[in-house]
Structure formats: structure tokens, C-alpha cells
């Protein structure tokens, strides 16, 4: 698997980030996805990383800098053909070196509560995060839940 800096303007990421935003929304209530759209992820406080097995793209994540030494892991999706294969836990560790190679100290996130969420909130276990209050503007809700690691 390679993972690289992606600038973001491959018809296949455009497909990919459309098609994460159309399901995120599709399972999470009105007003409580917070999925990124290509316009958004092109923010200056963001870097995004696609994932490549043999020339398809097999998933895609980003980092958003919160400032003061904390990060966001934002937009973590694994193409539907590579499943279950380790991209999603090979890219959050590409995110998590990174994120030391900063010197940030925390690395937080938000995801859904639904059980179409609970693959990635496994993974986000596993990895050392634990759950914690919202931060920056997302709300308390049922819908949503964030967790945080101190790097």
C-alpha cells in the first residue's frame, strides 16, 4: 500500500469523498453528519492522504490543525473493494506519525453512534483514543460521539 499527499484533484478521490458524504448522510440524522465535502477538505488548515494498492484507490483520510498542538482526524474512508484488507488501520497510523512528526499532543475526532459507524469506533479503540466531551462546534448529541488521544 502507498499512501501519499494528495492534492485532490483525481476524478477518483472526487468519487470517493462524494461517495462517503452521500452515505455519512444517508445513516446519520439531518444535522448531525459532518462529513467533508471536496471544497472543504481543500481548506488551508488540511492535508489529505489517499491510500493506493496496485494503482486503485483504496481509501483516503485527513488532518485538520485545531492549533495549540491538537489535531482532527477528518474523512477517514476506505474505498468499498478494500474493506476489511487494513487501509482505514494503515492510514490512522499514517495520521498518528504525522501528527507526532508535528509535535502536536492530541489528536481528537467525532463519528456516528449508529451501528453503520461501529467498524470505525473499533478501530479508534484499538489505537489507544478514548471517548471525551465535544470539541470545537460539534454538538452533545446522541448521534455523535468524539474521542481523543494524547500523543
Not at 21 to 36: D, M, N, Q
Not at 123 to 134: D, I, M, T
Request: with cysteine; proline share 4%.
Amino acid at each position: 500500500m502507498r499512501i501519499v499527499e494528495d492534492d485532490l484533484s483525481g476524478d477518483a478521490i472526487a468519487k470517493l469523498i462524494t461517495a462517503h458524504v452521500t452515505e455519512a448522510r444517508a445513516v446519520t440524522p439531518e444535522g448531525f453528519s459532518f462529513a467533508l465535502d471536496l471544497a472543504s477538505l481543500r481548506a488551508p488548515d488540511m492535508t489529505f492522504w489517499s491510500a493506493w494498492i496496485g494503482g486503485e484507490l483504496a481509501g483516503m483520510a485527513a488532518l485538520k490543525d485545531l492549533g495549540d498542538g491538537h489535531g482532527e482526524v477528518k474523512s477517514m474512508r476506505t474505498a468499498a473493494d478494500f474493506q476489511r484488507r487494513g487501509v482505514a488501520a494503515a492510514l490512522l497510523a499514517h495520521l498518528v506519525a504525522v501528527a507526532r512528526a508535528r509535535g502536536w499532543t492530541r489528536l481528537s475526532l467525532e463519528t456516528g453512534t449508529s451501528d453503520d459507524y461501529a467498524a470505525a469506533r473499533a478501530l479508534y479503540a484499538r489505537f489507544g483514543f478514548v471517548p471525551c466531551a465535544p470539541f470545537g462546534d460539534y454538538p452533545d448529541s446522541p448521534h455523535n460521539i468524539c474521542y481523543t488521544m494524547e500523543l
